[in-house]
Each structure stands twice: as structure tokens, then as C-alpha cells.
């Protein structure tokens, strides 16, 4: 007997779990959505919502506004809330302005997992990979010494005023790139190993120093770009530093301006990315303020670069609050493309070049380094000097 109530027990309780296992039949939930539904919109896939974005009610069926939920006209809250999400119904929203008369915009969730994810890793992981090819470099080529040795003597390279604009840059860089990557990982590198109270403070010490800081950025930006766009207009001595790969390998010397072809990469990377990160930055600052993508992806449609791209048309109308999402979105890839590039910058100009730091140090270099890697440069300087030699 004891042998036959098991077993009926065991029997009972495997009825829920065959039936969990089960295709769910939509009209017997009422045409709810169903577990298969909500896995799948979990796991990112398309369904077909038609069981929703059709359950909206029928206001013509409308109880009498005396019955139980009349009031509503004849849907539920639900199906009400569904009519808005799919546009079929004329509600507005009480709040004023645009912003807040979004009731439903679904970029949100994708947005907070494209930051929680892929922008964390791939971020992170380019700026790890960067560090570790410099550090291969490094071994495999060793600090690019002057050929022969320092000839003792110096010209100036880089007068005062330059290097103040390049130490603001590099100042205010360094700064917002800590503080921009503190706020990005807090939560992962600090508050499990620091507690939440310091991972707070050190966050909002962040925010305002990040917020604050990139004015200084900005304005040396312009002054960098007005200081050094002459010398950075490609030209055609950068085709032969290209053949030659800057020398880099060769251990060669190709002839170069004030600044090679290598260097003009650097800096019109500088401007470009850090133009764009200022904008995004602003817009970020300033929120709904300077809405900017929705303009730039009809741009860029019309241009049919997304379309060549395989990305077919971009969305030209958008929320508010999707024009933040995007904003986010690119100050953080952009930020983190300029950070790679800065920190290849960093150690040809310390550890990877001897000579190279004393340029904006000092500003004086020695002659044999301007010799070496900025030749046309310094006949140039040379001849000038000579020149504006009192004659004798
Ligand atoms: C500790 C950090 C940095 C060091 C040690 C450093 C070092 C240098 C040196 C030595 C030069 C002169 C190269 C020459 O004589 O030809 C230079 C130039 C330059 N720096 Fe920096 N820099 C740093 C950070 C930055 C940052 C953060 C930026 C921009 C966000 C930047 C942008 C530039 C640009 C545009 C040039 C001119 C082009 C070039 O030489 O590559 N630098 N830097």
C-alpha cells in the first residue's frame, strides 16, 4: 500500500513539470504572452508579437461608466499601455516637452546591456591588448636610440606656449580618461573589493572632476589645432616615410618635416576623435539639450554610407531619451579609440624614443635627434639661423 502512495505521489508531482515542458497553447493563456515568448524576447530574438500589438481592447465595447473599470473607456490598463507602445492610440502624456511626453521608449534595456557588456569588454580589452603590444614592442625593438649618440647640442623645438597647450591636452586628457574609465567600472573594480560608500564618493569626486576638466580639454584642443594644423597637411615627403614604415623596423631615417606621417596620424586622430568626444561629451553634459544623431544618421543615410556598411538605413526619428542612449554610446567608443592611440603616443614619446621626451619637456632637443628623425626640419631651422646671422 505504502509502495502504491508513492507512487501516485511521484506521479502527481511530475504532472506540473511535463506540463512546464509542454508547447503552451496561446488561447489557453487568455492570450497572454507565453513562457516560450518571454525566453525568447530574453534572449534578444524576434517574436511575433501580433497577440499583443492586437490585444488593445475595443473602446466601442465600452462599459457604461458606472461598471467596473468604465472609466477607461473599455480596455484595461494593459491593453492601454500596449496601444501606446504601439502607437495605435492618441493618449498624451501630462508632462510638458518632449521628454517628458515619451511614455514608453524601448532603446532603454538594449542600451544597458550594451554598456554592462560589450562596451565594458571590448573597451577594456582594447586598452589591455594596446598595453601589451606596446610591451611586445618594446622587447622586440628596444628604446629607439640616436644612431651615434647625442651630438650635446640643442634647437628648440617646441617654443612655451606650444608645450603649455600640449600639457593642458595631456593634463586634462589623462584626467577625464581616469575618471570616465572609474565611472564605467566602479561598480565592477571597486565596490566588490572597496565597499559601495567608496565606490560612491570616489564617483561622484569623478563626475565632477570629469565634468569640470573637459573645458580645459576643449580649449586646448583648439589651440593645439591652431598651433599645429600648418605642419600636419599631408604632404609628398609622407609617401616616402610610408614606403619605409617610418623606419620603424628598418632602423632607417626617412626625411621628415616637423612632424612625420606617423605623427600627423596622432594628430589629426586628436582633433577628429577628440572634436567628436567634446561634442558627444556636450550633449551628454547638457541632456536633451543638443540632440545630434538622429540629424547625423539622415546625413549619413543620404550619403548611403550605412547602406555600403551593410547596415542598411539608420533610424532618423528617435526619443530624447535614444538620442542620450547614443551619446553615451559614442563618447565611450571614442573615448576608448583615443585612449589606444594616446597610449602608443605615450611611450614612443617617454620609454620608446630617446630624445623624444626632451621636446616637450624642455622644448630644446638635441641636434643629432632633430638630424635623425625631422631632417627637412632642421636644414630648415638651420638655414634660418644662419640667415638671421648678422653678417660679419
Ligand atoms: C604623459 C603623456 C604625454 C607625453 C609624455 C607626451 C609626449 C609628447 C612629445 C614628446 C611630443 C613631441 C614629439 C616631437 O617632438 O615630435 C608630443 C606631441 C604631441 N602630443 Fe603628446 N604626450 C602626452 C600626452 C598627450 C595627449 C593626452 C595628447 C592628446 C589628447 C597629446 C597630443 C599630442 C599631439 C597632437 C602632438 C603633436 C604630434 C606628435 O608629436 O605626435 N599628447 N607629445
Same mark, same amino acid.
Given at each position: 500500500?505504502?509502495?502504491?502512495?508513492? =507512487? @501516485?505521489? $511521484?506521479? &502527481?508531482?511530475?504532472?506540473? %513539470?511535463?506540463?512546464?515542458?509542454?508547447?503552451?497553447? !496561446?488561447?489557453?493563456? +487568455?492570450?497572454?504572452?507565453?513562457?516560450?515568448?518571454?525566453?525568447?524576447?530574453?534572449?534578444?530574438?524576434?517574436?511575433?508579437?501580433?497577440?499583443?500589438?492586437?490585444?488593445?481592447?475595443?473602446?466601442?465595447?465600452?462599459?457604461?461608466?458606472?461598471?467596473?473599470?468604465?472609466?477607461?473607456?473599455?480596455?484595461?490598463?494593459?491593453?492601454?499601455?500596449?496601444?501606446?507602445?504601439?502607437?495605435?492610440?492618441?493618449?498624451?502624456?501630462?508632462?510638458?516637452?518632449?521628454?517628458?511626453?515619451?511614455?514608453?521608449?524601448?532603446?532603454?534595456?538594449?542600451?544597458?546591456?550594451?554598456?554592462?557588456?560589450?562596451?565594458?569588454?571590448?573597451?577594456?580589452? =582594447? @586598452?589591455? $591588448?594596446? &598595453?601589451?603590444?606596446?610591451? %611586445?614592442?618594446?622587447?622586440?625593438?628596444?628604446?629607439? !636610440?640616436?644612431?651615434? +649618440?647625442?651630438?650635446?647640442?640643442?634647437?628648440?623645438?617646441?617654443?612655451?606656449?606650444?608645450?603649455?597647450?600640449?600639457?593642458?591636452?595631456?593634463?586634462?586628457?589623462?584626467?577625464?580618461?581616469?575618471?570616465?574609465?572609474?565611472?564605467?567600472?566602479?561598480?565592477?573594480?571597486?565596490?566588490?573589493y572597496f565597499g559601495k560608500e567608496l565606490n560612491s564618493t570616489l564617483l561622484i569626486a569623478s563626475k565632477w572632476i570629469h565634468n569640470n576638466v573637459s573645458w580645459a580639454f576643449m580649449l586646448a584642443l583648439i589651440m593645439v589645432f591652431v598651433m599645429w594644423v600648418a605642419h600636419n597637411i599631408p604632404n609628398r615627403t609622407d609617401w616616402i616615410w610610408i614606403k619605409q614604415g617610418g623606419g620603424i623596423f628598418t632602423k632607417s631615417h626617412p626625411p621628415a618635416k616637423k612632424f612625420n606621417f606617423g605623427q600627423k596620424i596622432i594628430f589629426w586622430g586628436v582633433i577628429v576623435l577628440g572634436a567628436s568626444v567634446s561634442a558627444s561629451g556636450l550633449s551628454l553634459t547638457f541632456p536633451f539639450e543638443m540632440p545630434m544623431f538622429a540629424k547625423t544618421f539622415a546625413i549619413l543615410n543620404n550619403i548611403g554610407l550605412p547602406e555600403a556598411l551593410g547596415f542598411g538605413t539608420l533610424a532618423t526619428e528617435m526619443s530624447p531619451q535614444e538620442e542620450m542612449q547614443f551619446a553615451q554610446a559614442w563618447h565611450a567608443i571614442v573615448a576608448f579609440v583615443m585612449m589606444a592611440m594616446i597610449m602608443a603616443h605615450i611611450y614612443i614619446g617617454t620609454l620608446g624614443m630617446e630624445g623624444a621626451y626632451d621636446a616637450m619637456g624642455s622644448g630644446e632637443v638635441d641636434e643629432e635627434w632633430a638630424r635623425q628623425h625631422h631632417s627637412l626640419w632642421y636644414e630648415e631651422v638651420k638655414a634660418k639661423q644662419t640667415n638671421s646671422q648678422p653678417a660679419e
Open positions: 500500500m505504502r509502495v502504491l502512495h508513492c =507512487l @501516485l505521489m $511521484v506521479l &502527481l508531482l511530475c504532472g506540473p %513539470v511535463a506540463a512546464q515542458n509542454m508547447d503552451v497553447e !496561446r488561447s489557453s493563456t +487568455g492570450g497572454a504572452q507565453t513562457l516560450e515568448d518571454i525566453m525568447a524576447r530574453q534572449a534578444g530574438q524576434k517574436i511575433d508579437d501580433s497577440f499583443r500589438s492586437g490585444a488593445l481592447g475595443n473602446p466601442t465595447q465600452a462599459k457604461d461608466i458606472a461598471d467596473q473599470l468604465g472609466t477607461l473607456g473599455g480596455v484595461s490598463q494593459s491593453e492601454l499601455w500596449r496601444a501606446i507602445r504601439y502607437n495605435a492610440s492618441d493618449n498624451s502624456a501630462s508632462g510638458s516637452g518632449v521628454v517628458g511626453n515619451v511614455m514608453i521608449q524601448s532603446g532603454g534595456m538594449p542600451w544597458y546591456e550594451f554598456r554592462e557588456g560589450p562596451l565594458r569588454q571590448y573597451g577594456g580589452g =582594447l @586598452l589591455l $591588448v594596446t &598595453l601589451m603590444l606596446l610591451g %611586445v614592442f618594446y622587447i622586440a625593438r628596444g628604446r629607439i !636610440r640616436i644612431d651615434g +649618440g647625442p651630438a650635446g647640442s640643442t634647437i628648440t623645438r617646441f617654443k612655451a606656449v606650444e608645450r603649455f597647450g600640449h600639457w593642458v591636452l595631456a593634463g586634462s586628457f589623462i584626467l577625464l580618461g581616469i575618471t570616465g574609465l572609474l565611472t564605467l567600472f566602479g561598480r565592477v573594480i571597486l565596490a566588490p
